[in-house]
């Protein structure tokens, strides 16, 4: 994504059609959910973020919630291995993630609450990094927050909240979560690339990281990610793929918008096979 990928989007450089349209067919989708899953670093929360600014969708960043559990079990001093403990503490925190007050100073585009507690930076240290993946294995945990997530999903699909629909970001949210999404986008890109917008967000946040160390994480994430027994990471057999590698963020949200106008005008669902 050219360097831009945490950075503010240009909405001149995304086709007016595009937005205009987009904004009046997204209210035809069926439920109003539309769901991006990818690997770390794809650009799953810029390019969401973006859509879902542009149509006045939630946008809902269920690896928010992940992270904030990590963030409690590691305070809490449970075990992080142990699956029945995590579990309980994820069925028991009260999780909120609400719309950012001032996206330029917190640099994020959810506010993330645990028992009342803002954990928004908390949640994006290098050590949660590092064991969420562990404690996002775990089924008992997955149960919790499923249901969660779910409710909220349902909750904005059906038209009856706040917004006139949602952008849900995660893993599973395509395969699992949402499985009835009226669009599903997978967001993927290579392992330097996503290691080097990882670690230009990093130095730009004036952290002083390792590229090799960011590099490695990254590919320890998504093997976690990818072969856990429950919901592992993959795209859902409706889903669009859509390789970031090479592309800037305006591209990538200018495309799902073009996706959105599709799925409206193609009876409120996006099928593959009218690509
Ligand atoms: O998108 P992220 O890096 O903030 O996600 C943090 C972790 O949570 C990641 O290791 C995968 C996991 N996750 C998940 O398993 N299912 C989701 N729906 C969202 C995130």
Not at 41 to 51: Q, R
Not at 149 to 164: L, S, T
Request: glycine residues 10%; proline residues 3%; hydrophobic residues 40%.
């Amino acid at each position: 994504m050219n360097g831009s990928q945490d950075s503010a989007m240009h909405w001149e450089r995304i086709a007016s059609v595009a937005v205009e349209e987009a904004q009046q067919w997204c209210l035809w989708l069926t439920p109003r959910v539309i769901a991006i899953d990818g690997p770390a670093g794809s650009g799953k929360s810029t390019v969401g973020y973006g859509v879902a600014e542009i149509v006045d969708f939630l946008f809902f960043d269920t690896g928010a919630m992940y992270r904030a559990v990590t963030w409690a079990a590691g305070n809490s001093g449970i075990d992080l291995q142990d699956g029945v403990q995590v579990g309980r503490l994820a069925e028991e925190l009260e999780l909120d993630i609400l719309p950012p007050r001032d996206i330029i100073r917190h640099g994020r585009n959810s506010v993330v609450l645990v028992n009342g507690q803002e954990v928004t930076a908390e949640i994006r240290r290098p050590e949660v990094d590092q064991r969420v993946s562990v404690v996002s294995a775990h089924g008992q945990v997955r149960t919790a927050l499923s249901l969660k997530q779910r409710q909220i999903g349902d909750r904005y699909g059906v038209g009856d909240a706040e917004k006139a629909g949602v952008v849900m970001v995660g893993r599973d949210i395509g395969t699992v979560i949402m499985p009835d999404a009226a669009l599903k986008i997978f967001l993927d890109a290579s392992v330097e690339e996503r290691a080097r917008r990882r670690h230009r967000e990093m130095m730009r946040q004036g952290k002083d990281v390792d590229f090799e160390q960011i590099r490695a994480s990254i590919i320890q994430r998504d093997k976690i990610d990818s072969e856990r027994a429950v919901a592992p990471l993959r795209p859902a057999s409706d889903a669009v793929i859509i390789d970031t590698s090479d592309m800037g963020i305006e591209k990538v949200v200018e495309n799902i918008l073009k996706l959105v106008i599709k799925a409206g005008q193609g009876g409120g669902k996006y099928a593959p096979q009218s690509k």
